[in-house]
């Protein structure tokens, strides 16, 4: 997939999406998450608090993130599902201050101060919402 038209579909403000981890157990967890950006083709940074997706990245590094946009029926949706490797997380810096700012301004003091880290993901491959049946 083009990843140009990837970060323009990623960054959208109305699209939904959602973050997939596991724990070095095997243990999952799925969680919908606003603040993820795509900064550059293979690079994703979010902002988290203290929750089961920051535990389970520091025993596992490797997540998913889904992005969807959905149409009249689901062979209508567009979207795209990208498989990310946790590269750093920053507990203070700019980029972790800027993520509180903006979540500040969005959702107010209290959202914002839940903020514990800026993660930086590199991106390993992506692949489209819907795939081809041999192609999942």
């Given amino acids: 997939m083009d990843r140009k038209h990837v970060m323009k579909m990623f960054n959208k403000k109305t699209r939904i999406g959602a973050l997939a981890t596991a724990n070095k157990k095997g243990d999952v967890n799925a969680a919908v998450f606003g603040s993820p950006r795509m900064i550059d083709e293979d690079t994703v940074i979010m902002a988290v608090g203290d929750n089961r997706s920051f535990q389970y990245l520091q025993e596992n590094p490797k997540a998913s993130f889904i992005v969807i946009e959905p149409g009249e029926s689901p062979t209508d949706w567009k979207g795209v599902r990208l498989y990310l490797e946790l590269d750093a997380f920053e507990r203070y810096g700019e980029l972790l201050d800027s993520f509180r700012e903006n979540i500040r301004k969005?959702?107010?003091?209290?959202?914002?101060?839940?903020?514990?880290?800026?993660?930086?993901?590199?991106?390993?491959?992506?692949?489209?919402?819907?795939?081809?049946?041999?192609?999942?």
């Fill in 106 to 136: 969005v959702a107010g003091n209290r959202s914002a101060n839940a903020i514990v880290a800026a993660i930086r993901f590199k991106v390993t491959d992506v692949r489209p919402l819907i795939a081809p049946p041999d192609a999942t």
